[in-house]
C-alpha cells in the first residue's frame, strides 16, 4: 500500500512538472511572438499617408482554379496598384512561388497587374519568394532593394516587417484589406510564424534560392 502510494505521488510530481514545462514553453513562445508582433507594428500606416518609396513589395499568396491570383493575392494586388497610380512607388516587385512548373506564382501576378495598367517597365518578377523570409531577403540581396512599401494583409504585415526591417531594408507597409475587420483566423499559424522568423533572422539564415533572378530550372 505504501509502495503504491508512493508511486502516485511520483507520477503526479512528474505530470506537475511536465505541464510546467509546457506552460512555461508557451508563454516563451508567446512572448517572442508578441515581440515581433510589435517591433515594427508603428511602421502599418494607411494607404493614403503612405511614404514615398521606390518599390512595393508584394508577397504572393496562392493561385485559385484556372492559374489565376487567388482572392487573397488578388487584394495585395489592387492594394499595389493603387499605390502605384497614386504615386506613393515608383514599381512593383512581385514575389512569388515558381518552384512547381505547374504553378506560376509571379506570370500570374504580372498578367494581372499589366491588364490593370502598369506598365511592363515598372514591374519585376521575383520567382523564387518561396516564404516571407526568402522574398524579403532576396529584395535586399538579390534585387537590391534598400526600401520599400510592403503589401499583405494586415494579419501578416508585422511579420512581414519585422524580416525586411530586419535584413536592412526601410520598410513600411500597407494592408491590403485595410478598413475591413480584423480576423483572428490565422492568428495560431502566425504566432509560430512569428517566433519561426525572429530565429531565421538572428541566424541570418539564406533563402533557398540566394542568387539568381529567377529558379534556373523547374525542381
Known sequence: MGRGVKTARQVRRWVLALLATGL???LGLAVLSFYVEKRYEHRIIPRAQAPRKAVALVYGAGLAPGGVPSPVL?????????????GRVSALLLSGDNSDPFHDETRAMMRYVLDRGVPPSAVEEDDAGLSTYDSSVRARTVFGVSEAVLVTQRFHLTRALYIANSVGIDAWGVAADEGRPRTRRYALRETLSRVLALGMVLAEAPPRYPSGRTIAAPR
Open 74 to 86: 488578388a487584394q495585395r494586388l489592387d492594394a499595389a496598384i493603387a499605390l502605384y497610380q497614386g
Open 24 to 26: 512555461a514553453a508557451l
